[in-house]
């Protein structure tokens, strides 16, 4: 063990954990390797918003079969079911396709129907379904409603102007002046008015009962609302004045309003406010359908090169939102990342040493597909990079040209660094890569292999949130 190099302990290192993360997937994952009894059903989609092969389908939000096969007829998505044996599917059933978790992975769900109508075999087709929500017909209307709100926003900025402002501030103002002024009578005469209200009430008594004897208590009451009225009249004066100035004040801005004037009166008397606060509420109506279908792809490699007898590592993260535009991230380590040259002089003799630095470098890359070619632009191995692919078997093979490092300050090089690879997908999940490396420098130019693992968005689900466990349908 004392004879084996660095370098051959990390690629063994490497090895063991594709092989124990193959593991793992299998495991918790609980990948379909043997075959699966059932029957099979059959459903279109005009669009299946990301949906693919070995994608759960749910009934009643149990796991009830996976989606055997995807192809597309005539247009459309047609989709084979298999069914687990036990579960019963009606005649007027309807599909409809879902998203769950923060990594958006999408199942189908699977209405039953009515158990009134007659169940389903092997080989029908479900003809009721609901159609998956567009993400870029749901941007569009998402900037539509951002620029109603905007002009909504505007609107009712100019209905306050400061005219309006001011007489909604003088109206609030009286109607305090008032509730005070009221509140002060209330308080201060409370007993002169309760004892008006006792001699009113004996006035009505006196007129039923006592006849004559009324005319008396009526002088009475009267002398003692006089006397009320004459010790507040400056107190009902002021608040009098005050209704007064709150009714002139409410009488001009509803003037204003019914004759067009003023930004809240224009605004009444066409129809922009309306059909602002309309397109609004519609566009966030279509908002709340909103299905995201972001794809997630990680995967990570491990490759030797033959001509610097080097390791070399990759982990890349790609996002793509729509099926011909992706987006890489990433991080390498690169043995020959750069070096660094010192000049030594002794006894007028100077020497060159070259020390090189192994670094650790990034990866940013916006890539656009053209059928079976797609091409890639941005930041490779931290220095600007262009590359191209060109993809075979369904995707699972792909011949790669990448291109970077056009300044020449990797190690040892003279020219841009250029590679031309090819990567094969087998199991879905593992992947070997082989090809040439540094094209145009001779003296670093030599052969790589190597290989490594990618998943998807359901594969990240099992291997960092532990799987979720399948409830048996009874």
Same mark, same amino acid.
């Given at each position: 063990?004392?004879?084996?190099?660095?370098?051959?302990?990390?690629?063994?290192?490497?090895?063991?954990?594709?092989?124990?993360?193959?593991?793992?997937?299998?495991?918790?994952?609980? *990948? /379909?390797?043997?075959?699966?009894? /059932?029957?099979? *059903?059959?459903?279109?989609?005009?669009?299946?918003?990301?949906?693919?092969?070995?994608?759960?389908?749910?009934?009643?939000? @149990?796991?009830?079969?996976?989606?055997?096969?995807?192809?597309?007829?005539? /247009?459309?998505?047609?989709?084979?079911?298999?069914?687990?044996?036990?579960?019963?599917?009606?005649?007027?059933?309807?599909?409809?396709?879902?998203?769950?978790?923060?990594?958006?992975?999408?199942?189908?769900?699977?209405?039953?129907?009515?158990?009134? %109508?007659?169940?389903?075999?092997?080989?029908?087709?479900?003809?009721?379904?609901?159609?998956?929500?567009?993400?870029?017909?749901?941007?569009?209307?998402?900037?539509?409603?951002?620029?109603?709100?905007?002009?909504?926003?505007?609107?009712?900025?100019?209905?306050?102007?400061?005219?309006?402002?001011?007489?909604?501030?003088?109206?609030?103002?009286? *109607?305090?002046?008032?509730?005070?002024?009221?509140?002060?009578?209330?308080? %201060?005469?409370?007993?002169?008015?309760?004892?008006?209200? @006792?001699?009113? +009430?004996?006035?009505?008594?006196?007129?039923?009962?006592?006849?004559?004897?009324?005319?008396?208590?009526?002088?009475?009451?009267?002398?003692?609302?006089?006397?009320?009225? +004459?010790?507040?009249?400056?107190?009902?004066?002021?608040?009098?004045?005050?209704?007064?100035?709150?009714?002139?004040?409410?009488?001009?801005?509803?003037?204003?309003?019914?004759?067009? !004037?003023?930004?809240?009166?224009?605004?009444?008397? !066409?129809?922009?406010?309306?059909?602002?606060?309309?397109?609004?509420?519609?566009?966030?109506?279509?908002?709340?359908?909103?299905?995201?279908? *972001?794809?997630?792809?990680?995967?990570?490699?491990? %490759?030797?090169?033959?001509?610097?007898? !080097?390791?070399?590592?990759?982990?890349?993260?790609?996002?793509?939102?729509?099926?011909?535009?992706?987006?890489?991230?990433?991080?390498?380590?690169?043995?020959?990342?750069?070096?660094?040259?010192?000049?030594?002089?002794? /006894?007028?003799?100077?020497?060159? +040493?070259?020390?090189?630095?192994?670094?650790?470098?990034?990866?940013?890359?916006?890539?656009?597909?053209?059928?079976?070619?797609?091409?890639?632009?941005?930041?490779?191995?931290?220095?600007?990079?262009?590359?191209?692919?060109?993809?075979?078997?369904?995707?699972?093979?792909?011949?790669?040209?990448?291109?970077?490092?056009?300044?020449?300050?990797?190690?040892?090089?003279?020219?841009?660094?250029?590679?031309?690879?090819?990567?094969?997908?087998?199991?879905?999940?593992?992947?070997?890569?082989?090809?040439?490396?540094?094209?145009?420098?001779?003296?670093?130019?030599?052969?790589?292999?190597?290989?490594?693992?990618?998943?998807?968005?359901?594969?990240?689900?099992?291997?960092?949130?532990?799987? @979720?466990?399948?409830?048996? @349908?009874?």
């Amino acid at each position: 063990m004392k004879n084996i190099s660095a370098e051959l302990k990390v690629g063994i290192f490497a090895i063991a954990v594709i092989l124990i993360l193959s593991y793992m997937t299998f495991k918790v994952g609980g *990948l /379909g390797i043997v075959w699966k009894k /059932g029957y099979r *059903l059959y459903v279109m989609f005009d669009n299946i918003s990301g949906l693919e092969e070995k994608s759960k389908v749910k009934v009643a939000g @149990v796991d009830s079969g996976t989606i055997e096969k995807v192809r597309l007829e005539k /247009g459309r998505a047609r989709l084979t079911l298999l069914m687990n044996p036990e579960v019963e599917i009606h005649k007027d059933a309807k599909a409809s396709i879902r998203v769950a978790g923060f990594l958006g992975d999408k199942y189908l769900v699977i209405w039953s129907g009515s158990p009134k %109508e007659q169940l389903l075999k092997d080989g029908d087709m479900i003809v009721n379904v609901e159609p998956a929500a567009d993400i870029d017909a749901l941007a569009t209307e998402l900037t539509s409603a951002a620029t109603y709100i905007s002009d909504l926003t505007e609107s009712l900025n100019d209905i306050f102007s400061a005219p309006e402002r001011k007489s909604i501030k003088d109206t609030i103002q009286n *109607l305090a002046t008032i509730t005070k002024t009221l509140n002060e009578i209330l308080v %201060e005469d409370r007993k002169p008015l309760r004892d008006t209200l @006792v001699s009113l +009430e004996d006035f009505s008594k006196s007129l039923a009962d006592k006849g004559p004897k009324a005319i008396d208590d009526v002088s009475k009451a009267a002398k003692d609302l006089k006397e009320v009225i +004459e010790e507040n009249r400056y107190t009902l004066k002021d608040s009098m004045e005050n209704i007064r100035s709150f009714s002139a004040s409410a009488q001009s801005i509803v003037q204003k309003i019914d004759k067009g !004037e003023g930004t809240f009166g224009k605004l009444l008397k !066409e129809d922009k406010f309306y059909d602002s606060i309309n397109k609004v509420a519609e566009s966030a109506g279509k908002g709340m359908d909103f299905v995201d279908r *972001l794809r997630t792809f990680v995967n990570f490699r491990t %490759e030797y090169l033959t001509k610097e007898q !080097e390791w070399k590592g990759y982990f890349d993260i790609t996002l793509q939102p729509q099926k011909d535009k992706y987006y890489i991230f990433g991080v390498t380590t690169d043995p020959m990342g750069s070096s660094e040259i010192t000049y030594t002089t002794v /006894g007028g003799v100077t020497t060159k +040493e070259e020390k090189i630095k192994r670094e650790v470098e990034v990866t940013a890359q916006f890539a656009k597909r053209f059928n079976d070619l797609a091409f890639r632009i941005g930041m490779l191995e931290s220095t600007f990079g262009v590359g191209a692919d060109y993809f075979l078997k369904k995707d699972n093979a792909k011949i790669s040209l990448d291109v970077w490092d056009f300044s020449a300050d990797e190690a040892r090089a003279k020219k841009a660094h250029a590679r031309l690879g090819m990567d094969y997908t087998f199991f879905k999940y593992f992947f070997v890569s082989g090809g040439i490396d540094n094209l145009l420098n001779d003296n670093r130019r030599g052969i790589y292999i190597g290989g490594g693992l990618k998943f998807e968005d359901e594969d990240l689900k099992y291997l960092f949130g532990g799987g @979720v466990p399948k409830i048996p @349908v009874q």
